[in-house]
């Protein structure tokens, strides 16, 4: 599938996070991935620039760059050293002046609290499941069961293993003060919602597009508390649960559930702000839509469900890619003053 290239002259600066902290074959992997991602982004026309974060001076490493000069493919997910700092990043370049793919610093700051993620889902009339949360244990006052303990800032899973899900009073209070001790942070308390679970992304291309959904399937598990997108899950390659949830692309889905997950995901992206492309994680049970989590600037390294929902979809990589460069460049202020010397004309 061709792709247009908006501003080939402006080359893109590839802004990712590289941790020194990090152990070598984690340096690698990061490395690897990005070299992927700007081979596939160049090989379509555009050239590009990479710039490594390495600690928490944005300007020592962007400050040789023209903002009206360049497009930033925003990749960087943290600042090193800094916890829940993605959107510090966001704020940096808004505030230099550079144009950015993906989400602003606002939505990003969002996408990082749970709770206030949950409330604005609600305010906009969107299904969560029904949740609490909790400082300390002795104010843990819960009756529903089974029910799923999160931490309430973390994000990618951080926080949550098979004995997140409890069933009795007794392992709610021992989870939140688990969570409590390790995270020191408000802890979620969700009714958990054992149904499917669906990873849908989405993308504006002149509008706001939905990629085919895909469905984490938990045939393989009997037991409730295994049938979660749990941390090892996602990154640990030995764990049971990364070998045995399967990836189901697209999901098995009738008309009628299409439409509305649709509808839900198309509400969600919109109702957190979100830009350019995101995924939303959501689960189904009786009928109902259940959104769980919204993921601005998704993870698109080459293996993940919204890079393969877009190879479906007919996207290659740089296509996929190349093509949120250019939602971005539209943006840009080069292509509004290009677009306004062609009206004149």
Known sequence: MAVDICLPDLPVLLLFNLDPDWPEHEQEEVLQMTSQLDGAIALLGYQTILVPVTDSDLDRVLSQYNPYEHIVFNWCESIPGMAHSEWLVAE????????????????????????????????????????RTFNRVSDVDWERFPAIVKPSLEHCSE??????????????????????????????????????????????????????????????????????????????????????????????????????????????????????????????????????????????????????????AGYSYGEFAVSIINMAARRHPVWEERTAARVRR
């Not at 939505?107 to 949950?118: H, T, V």
């Not at 939140?176 to 291309?205: M, N």
Request: charged share 25%; hydrophobic share 40%; net charge negative.
């Open 159 to 312: 926080g949550i293993d098979r004995n997140a899900i409890v069933l009795t009073g007794a392992e709610l209070k021992n989870r939140v003060g688990y969570i409590l001790k390790k995270y020191r942070q408000p802890v979620l308390v969700e009714d958990f919602i054992d149904g499917r679970e669906l990873h849908v992304s989405l993308w504006e291309t002149g509008s706001i597009d939905v990629l085919p959904p895909v469905e984490m399937e938990f045939s393989s598990f009997e037991d409730e508390h295994d049938r979660i997108c749990s941390y090892e899950a996602k990154f640990v390659p030995e764990s049971e649960q990364y070998q045995k949830i399967k990836t189901v692309l697209p999901a098995p889905l009738s008309d009628d559930e299409s439409r509305g997950v649709e509808q839900v995901c198309k509400a969600s992206f919109m109702a957190s702000g979100c830009r350019d492309y995101a995924r939303i994680d959501m689960r189904m049970k009786d009928g109902a839509l259940y959104v769980l989590d919204v993921n601005p600037n998704a993870d698109i390294s080459p293996d993940t469900s919204t890079i393969s929902a877009a190879e479906l």
């Open 92 to 131: 940096y370049l808004e505030q230099s002046g550079f144009t950015f793919t993906g989400a602003g610093s606002a939505a990003i700051a969002l996408s990082q609290d749970k709770i206030r993620i949950k409330q604005l889902l609600e305010e906009a009339g969107i299904l969560t499941p029904g949740w």
